[in-house]
């Protein structure tokens, strides 16, 4: 039980290691990916702002501009529009990553350079709109409806899903009636590129999977550390158990000499019954009324030293064994067998009457007929009964040598 117990709050203790272990990594990587979120946006968000501020002071230019052809030199809206985009937005940077977009209300004007402007030619807002969707864009739909109510703003979309998102701001302005729009857009792919926000991914990639590898191997280490050591209790715990096991088998083998060693004092080496000096010893000791009345019954073997002659000494040790285990076998807990000389043994019996002594003696009568004692040699007894306190139990034990009665 100990050593189930034991297995059980190891493999707890492992398993827990592996929990806070799976808790650390996954706090750690979350971490990762909320710190690369947040900093692609503040990215975004930085290069939105400052974008849109460009573009809001290029849309004041374009409207000074626009303003000053058509009211101080004289040229047409249309003219003016030309010259504008020759003179200030080609001049802007307008490459594939980042380019500037110039509508007004009914036309693309111009948008990222000669060519994509002329595949625009003819076309209004709406129209482009119309085509990003065709072409997979997405994200368009805030975007398209802050520009068809003529609202400035900023915002990331995607016109070909092909290429990617887009972050473009716009600005809106008036020239006599009419009303323009321009913008610039630049790649979000060109922004990470030119911010190193890729080097900077794989920066923090590279630092988790060294804390993750980290981790894990501290943990497999504290993993082992806990199984050397649940190893080495185990093996203490062993060798505590053995040390105790022979120990307690010392303090039984000690135990056991004692117990021969008191038997010997008081016990008959032959027969294993009780001695002459301590049947001497504890009868003054029965002397109380609560063992009242006490029956002595002296048992007598008629004849051993003839069956020690001619059968051999071996075969009356045998007789005297053999009529010890009779009478232990017939008497109570309580009552007391005892070989006080060669050939005579006495049966103490508290709280016995005469006549369960007699039938006691016709008991242990019948027990030594069936047995090989009766045909070898003759067996007498003498019963004899202290029934007050006032007699005298050493008197009771000698009257009961002249009260034979002969097996």
Not at 85 to 109: A, D, R
């Amino acid at each position: 039980m100990m050593k189930k117990r034991a297995s059980e709050n190891y493999l707890i203790k492992i398993l827990l290691i592996f929990i806070i272990t799976a808790a650390f990594i996954s706090a750690l990587w979350l971490d990762v990916f909320y710190e690369i979120g947040n900093h692609k946006k503040n990215i975004i968000d930085a290069f939105s702002r400052e974008q849109y501020s460009i573009t809001n002071q290029l849309s004041d230019r374009l409207q000074e501009s626009l303003n000053d052809y058509v009211q101080n030199k004289g040229f047409t809206l249309h003219s003016a529009e030309e010259k504008v985009i020759s003179e200030i937005i080609k001049k802007e940077i307008n490459s594939q990553n980042k380019y500037v977009f110039f509508y007004n209300s009914k036309n693309i004007l111009f948008e990222r350079n000669y060519l994509t402007t002329e595949q625009y030619k003819g076309k209004g807002l709406k129209d482009s709109f119309n085509l990003w969707e065709y072409n997979g864009g997405s994200n368009l739909d805030e975007v398209k409806s802050l520009m068809n109510s003529g609202i400035s703003g900023k915002g990331e979309i995607v016109k070909d899903s092909k290429k990617g998102k887009e972050m473009v701001s716009w600005c809106f302005f008036k020239v006599l009636n009419e009303k323009y729009v321009i913008g610039m857009s630049t790649s979000e792919d060109y922004l990470f590129r030119e911010t190193l926000f890729n080097q900077h991914i794989v920066r923090l990639y590279i630092l988790a999977g060294i804390a993750t590898m980290a981790i894990i191997i501290l943990s497999v280490a504290f993993s082992l550390y806990l199984y050397f050591m649940f190893k080495k209790v185990k093996n203490l715990k062993n060798q505590l158990k053995n040390k105790n096991i022979q120990v307690q088998n010392f303090v039984s083998t000690i135990s056991q000499l004692e117990k021969s060693a008191r038997k010997a004092t008081i016990c008959d080496p032959l027969t294993g019954v009780y001695n002459r000096k301590f049947f001497y010893t504890i009868l003054p000791k029965m002397n109380e009324e609560l063992f009242l009345p006490i029956a002595a019954i002296r048992v007598n073997i008629e004849g051993i030293k003839n069956i020690n002659n001619v059968l051999g000494r071996g075969k009356g040790d045998e007789v005297l064994v053999e009529l010890a285990e009779i009478l232990l076998e017939s008497c109570n807990e309580s009552d007391i067998v005892s070989r006080i000389s060669d050939n005579k043994f006495v049966l103490i019996m508290i709280n016995t009457d005469r006549e369960a002594a007699f039938r006691k003696v016709d008991e242990i009568g019948e027990k030594i007929k069936n047995s090989f004692i009766g045909a070898i040699c003759s067996i007498s007894f003498g019963i004899s009964v202290k029934t007050s306190e006032t007699q005298n139990l050493f008197r009771i034990l000698k009257s009961a040598e002249k009260n034979i009665r002969q097996l």
